[in-house]
């Protein structure tokens, strides 16, 4: 069956450390293999509030069409607290808000360049510089502090463990794109 790659956007600025871990522990949990940018601190976007944002990019692989990965991401917000069928929810403080911002067949991070939102930019500029943590957030993730530098997790297939490796953008590119392409059936020399 084809897989695809999917860009998340996730958010939240209720308790947002507690629901962004609950969302990472979800998407761990249901996709197995996920990339993680830092999270970083951000300002309100077309939302009045005095609230900051959480803000984190995570990419997955799936072989779900947009439309089923879209509504587990909804169900996802409305397990956190989000109460979708409010019509003004998008311009309300949010425990979680997650977009499916991107789907590609092969995975390829120039596509990060078409990301404008600047909650996202700032996001992917924290994960082009690993070592300035200015304006990262930690946060739990299995015991371990996570969100200070861009992470691929996984789990062991044999073992059921939880790995967090934390790395430079191109070190983790490797590493995520290697079982990807294993799982298409693809070789792993291009």
Not at 52 to 62: G, M, P, R
Not at 170 to 190: V, Y
Request: net charge negative.
């Amino acid at each position: 069956m084809r897989r695809y790659t999917y860009y998340l956007s996730l958010g939240s600025n209720i308790h947002p450390a507690q629901h962004l871990s609950t969302a990472l522990h979800q998407l761990q949990a249901k996709f197995g293999h996920i990339m993680v940018w830092p999270v970083v601190r951000t300002a309100p976007v077309d939302i009045l509030t005095q609230h900051e944002f959480y803000n984190t990019l995570v990419v997955i692989h799936t072989e779900w069409p947009p439309e089923q990965l879209k509504a587990w991401t909804n169900e996802l917000e409305i397990t956190c607290g989000r109460d979708r069928s409010d019509p003004m929810s998008s311009k309300k403080d949010r425990p979680l808000d997650v977009d499916v911002l991107a789907q590609q067949s092969q995975f390829d991070l120039a596509i990060l360049a078409q990301f404008k939102e600047p909650y996202i930019q700032a996001v992917i500029r924290a994960g082009n510089q690993p070592n300035n943590i200015a304006g990262c957030q930690q946060i739990e993730f299995h015991g371990r502090q996570l969100g200070h530098c861009t992470a691929a997790i996984n789990t062991h297939h044999t073992s059921g463990h939880i790995m967090v490796i934390e790395d430079s953008i191109d070190s983790l590119f490797q590493r995520f794109k290697a079982p990807f392409h294993r799982q298409q059936g693809l070789s792993e020399h291009f």
